[in-house]
């Protein structure tokens, strides 16, 4: 083996050194300014060329490569190390009261109303980074403000941040202070994966973040997408910038990512405004938070205000309600719904979570009860975000005293005594009787709702009593009930047996995809009830159809189609069709199906068109007559493409599916031949 000669070594340093300016480019383009100039597979070439040069001459690797994400020396991992500054915490206020008493203070401190900055306080793991003249030398957690534990080498596997800073003079030593997250998504993929390798699942984002960081193997960090914003200087050795806004400038032109929604605030009614907007778009963006931060934007104002022992005064963290909590479970119990499914739900300790109090919680089903892990006299932790209903989403099992136990799905139905099945291929157990009490009950409930034959008045507890008192059996009773039946139910007067009896004779009218929805019928949503309503136009019609005729309907499928002919096949079914016919209930109607120039023609739409949202360019082809589906099949029209469309475009290519680019559409819409 000779040695490699001079020229070649001098052109590799070269294309050594281009290759990670570009590759240092590309992930500033992509990780702070969200604008990426190349595609992924284009960033894996450079990357790939990069790690070959290296790899053929060694003595070109520097530690700051885009390479060395991972492998470097874990000797130091997790031992303290003392911060540059305290890490202060922030002070909190929970509404617009105690927000206006800091506020209050701010002003009375200064002698006038600052400047502020509003961030979304990210629920994530707070950490500082140190880079030395540029190089990034430690990373390590807040620990209790002053020492944290060193976690350099899973710090330097986030790719979001920097190994080098961007820019010709970087200060001798900076200090930064930033949250490191995992985004929802990603957190849903991991515990997905988690759960696959019959791996515990991680509770919240949060969690598996802090569980990344302190990750033993690096290798296994660098394979999550851990990713960062920073907010804050601990140490800059140079010149400071004046304030937090002009800070935030200064850490972007660095290479180093700050938080796209920061936003400076001129008066108290924009800090309310901004409050008010992260509350709204709390479950809209990317990331879990649990507040917005508000601070002083100048520091030469926040060095007036200065801090307590533990707070700064110039910054304050406005908390959300919190989402989790912990509680105890008391009690696993079944209840039995509809289509007779039999689930578990929790019986918990009342606890306040997402501004509410709550004592039940589901828990979906007996497997995944299983897969969490959770026993009866366990303390869980329980959620509730936004108008998702609550749900127990972890055990924590350093707090079992042995006394727990585990759940045992009953045997039998805890209503009708019946035995429970569950179908081998299925999660679900169910109550097989449909004569089921609580079946009958849900049925009922059901019919009546909002979204189907939209009874007012006619709630659980009505409808329990009707049952009770032996008055309704069946959905088709209802329309059967005399005022003096009505007036058996308790605390019902004149005035609102008129109202439940005006309220049953009105949804007789009720248009047939309602009363199709309001059978109940399994996998028959409100959109496939529409469908079959659409293609038939009638309730005898569709009891009628065999199941081939019901299944080529665009959007309903085999699947559907099976429950649908089970149901019409049942002989309650077909008793329960002439009461509601004996009873005048609409049974058939002309469907309003607009027919036009498209009619009979279907489109499937992919990628953005620059004239129109997706919404403007279904109603255009639904006021001519035409349908617009999600799913691309040799039944297809058209697939009209947009802007970077999706693999629609290869399957339309193999289903022979003729496409329209925007041009084209817009000439079918006006009426030109589209070619
Ligand atoms: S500023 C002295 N800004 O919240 C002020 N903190 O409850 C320093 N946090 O330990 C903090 N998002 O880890 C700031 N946009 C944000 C934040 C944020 C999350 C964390 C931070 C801090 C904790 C205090």
Not at 115 to 135: F, L, M
Request: net charge neutral; glycine share 10%.
């Amino acid at each position: 083996m000779h040695a490699p000669d001079e020229a070649e070594l001098s052109s590799a340093k070269q294309r050594v050194e281009e290759l990670r300016a570009q590759i240092d480019h590309h992930n500033y383009r992509y990780y702070v300014l969200d604008a990426p100039e190349v595609s992924d597979a284009e960033f894996d070439g450079l990357l790939r060329e990069l790690r070959g040069l290296e790899g053929r001459h060694p003595e070109l690797l520097t530690p700051d490569s885009p390479t060395q994400r991972v492998g470097g020396s874990v000797g130091a991992l997790f031992a303290p190390i003392r911060h540059s500054a305290r890490l202060l915490s922030l002070d909190n206020v929970f509404d617009d009261e105690e927000l206006v008493a800091w506020r209050d203070r701010v002003v009375k401190g200064l002698g006038r109303e600052p400047t502020y900055v509003g961030e979304p306080k990210i629920d994530g793991v707070s950490i500082a980074v140190a880079y030395q003249r540029g190089r990034l030398v430690r990373g390590a957690t807040r620990g209790d403000g002053d020492v944290g534990e060193d976690v350099t080498a899973n710090v330097r596997t986030i790719r979001a941040v920097p190994a080098r800073l961007r820019g010709g003079a970087p200060p001798d030593w900076l200090e930064v202070r930033g949250e490191v997250f995992l985004r929802v998504a990603d957190f849903e993929r991991i515990n997905l994966e988690m759960g696959a390798a019959g791996k515990p699942l991680f509770a919240n984002p949060r969690n598996a973040t802090a569980g990344l960081l302190r990750q033993k193997d690096p290798n296994v960090t660098a394979g999550r997408p851990l990713t960062v914003y920073f907010h804050g200087l601990i140490r800059i050795d140079g010149k400071s910038p004046p304030s937090y806004s002009a800070t935030l400038a200064y850490l972007r032109e660095l290479g180093l990512r700050t938080h796209p929604e920061a936003k400076m605030l001129g008066t108290l009614d924009d800090v309310r405004a901004y409050v008010a907007d992260m509350a709204a778009r709390r479950h809209a963006l990317e990331h879990e938070i649990d507040g917005a931060v508000i601070k002083v934007d100048r520091f030469a104002d926040a060095n007036e205000l200065g801090a307590t022992s533990k707070f700064p005064r110039w910054a304050i963290a406005y908390k959300f309600p919190a989402e989790e909590q912990t509680t105890k479970l008391r009690d696993i119990q079944v209840s039995v719904g509809r289509t007779g499914a039999v689930t578990p739900f929790a019986m918990l300790e009342p606890v306040r979570v997402g501004g509410v109090t709550i004592s039940m919680a589901t828990l979906h089903n007996a497997e995944e009860v299983a897969r969490k892990g959770v026993l009866i006299g366990d303390t869980v932790v329980v959620r509730r975000a936004g108008e998702v209903i609550p749900e127990v989403v972890a055990p924590i099992p350093s707090l079992r005293d042995g006394s727990e136990r585990a759940f045992v799905m009953p045997r039998d139905c805890p209503v009708c005594g019946t035995p429970i099945v569950r179908p081998e291929d299925e999660a679900v157990a169910r109550c097989p009787n449909l004569q089921c009490p609580a079946q009958v009950l849900a049925r009922i409930v059901h019919f009546a709702s909002r979204g189907a034959m939209d009874i007012e008045h006619l709630g659980e507890r009505t409808a329990g009593e009707m049952l009770d008192r032996g008055l309704v059996a069946t959905p088709a009773d209802i329309f059967y009930l005399t005022p003096d039946q009505l007036g058996q139910l308790p605390n019902f007067k004149e005035k609102s047996i008129a109202n439940l009896s005006a309220a049953i004779g009105a949804a007789k009218d009720r248009p047939i995809d309602r009363l199709l929805y309001g059978f109940g019928i399994r996998h028959v949503g409100a959109s496939a009830a529409r469908a079959l309503a659409d293609a038939f136009g009638s309730i005898d019609r569709i009891a009628a159809a065999p199941s081939e005729e019901i299944a080529a309907v665009e959007g309903v499928g085999d699947v559907i189609a099976g429950a649908v002919r089970a149901y019409f096949d049942r002989p309650e079914t077909k008793e329960q069709l002439e009461r509601l016919r004996g009873a005048g209930v609409r049974l058939e109607e002309q469907r309003a199906s607009r027919t036009g120039p498209l009619t009979g023609q279907t489109f499937v739409i992919t990628g953005t068109l620059a004239a129109f949202s997706r919404e403007e360019a279904k109603t255009r082809i639904e006021a001519l007559g035409g349908k617009v589906t999600n799913s691309l099949s040799s039944k297809t029209t058209y697939l009209v493409v947009g802007d970077s469309p999706g693999t629609k475009l290869d399957k339309a290519a193999k289903l022979g599916v003729a496409t329209l680019d925007e041009a084209a559409f817009t000439r079918l819409l006006a009426g030109d031949p589209p070619g």
